[in-house]
Antibody, heavy 119, light 107 residues
C-alpha cells in the first residue's frame, strides 16, 4: 500500500521560506512515477504546483517559477518543496501526491498539511 | 494555461438518482482528463483517469466520457457516500490544471 506523508512547519513568516517534505512508503522514489505537489485554498480551489522525477527533472506552474525548488532524497525515500518569499497568498493546505504511470493524474495523496503565512 | 470549467457548481440530488457532471476545457486535452472526489477534511481521490478509465477500486456506478474539450462524469445511482465535491484535472499539457469543482449535495 503506497502512503505519502507531508511534514513541515505549519506557520511561516511572511517573506520567509516554506519548506515541506513528503515521506513515501510502499513505493520507491526511484520508480517510474512523477512526484507532485498540489495546494488548496477556499478561494482558488486546487492548484497544481509542480512535479519531480527521481532523475531530478521538474515541471512547475509558471506563476511560482523563481520561488520554487523541488528535490528528491533517494536514501530517505522522500521529496521536498521549498517556496521562497512567501506571502499570505501562499497560505493553503499543501498535498504531496504520486502521479500515475504516464504522468499527470494523481493516484496516491498525502493527508495534506495546512501552512499559514503570518505577517 | 488550459482553463477547466465545471458545471453546475452545485447539484442537488437524492440517493438513487443519476448525477451528470460536466467539465469543459479551454482547448483540447485529448483524452488526458481525470476526475476526483473530495470529502471534507480529506485529500482528493482519483476516480477516473484518461477520460473513461476507472481507477483501482472505484465502483462501476462511476463512469467518464468525452474527449477534446467536453467531458462528463456520471454517477449512475447515488449512494449516501457519494455526496462530495468533484474536480476534473487535465494532464494534456503543463501546467496541470484543475476545474473549480462541482458539489453534489443531498436534496
Amino acid at each position: 500500500q503506497v502512503q505519502l506523508q507531508e511534514s513541515g512547519p505549519g506557520l511561516v513568516k511572511s517573506s520567509g521560506t516554506l519548506s515541506l517534505t513528503c515521506a513515501v512508503s510502499g513505493d520507491s522514489i526511484s520508480s517510474s512515477h512523477w512526484w507532485n505537489w498540489v495546494r488548496q485554498t477556499p478561494e482558488k480551489g486546487l492548484e497544481w504546483i509542480g512535479e519531480i522525477f527521481h532523475s531530478g527533472s521538474t515541471n512547475f506552474v509558471p506563476s511560482l517559477k523563481g520561488r520554487i525548488t523541488l528535490s528528491v532524497d533517494k536514501p530517505q525515500n522522500q521529496f521536498s518543496l521549498k517556496l521562497s518569499s512567501v506571502t499570505a497568498a501562499d497560505t493553503a493546505v499543501y498535498y504531496c501526491a504520486r502521479a500515475l504511470l504516464g504522468g499527470g493524474l494523481l493516484d496516491y495523496w498525502g493527508q495534506g498539511i495546512l501552512v499559514t503565512v503570518s505577517s | 494555461e488550459i482553463v477547466l470549467t465545471q458545471s453546475p457548481a452545485t447539484l442537488s440530488l437524492s440517493p438513487g438518482e443519476r448525477a451528470t457532471l460536466s467539465c469543459r476545457a479551454s482547448q483540447s486535452v485529448g483524452s488526458y482528463l481525470g476526475w476526483y472526489q473530495q470529502k471534507p477534511g480529506q485529500a482528493p481521490r482519483l476516480l477516473i483517469y484518461d477520460a473513461s478509465n476507472r481507477a483501482t477500486g472505484i465502483p462501476a456506478r462511476f463512469s467518464g466520457s468525452g474527449s477534446g474539450t467536453d467531458f462528463t462524469l456520471t454517477i449512475s445511482s447515488l449512494e449516501p457516500e457519494d455526496f462530495a465535491v468533484y474536480y476534473c484535472q487535465q494532464r494534456g499539457t503543463w501546467p496541470r490544471t484543475f476545474g473549480q469543482g462541482t458539489k453534489v449535495e443531498r436534496k
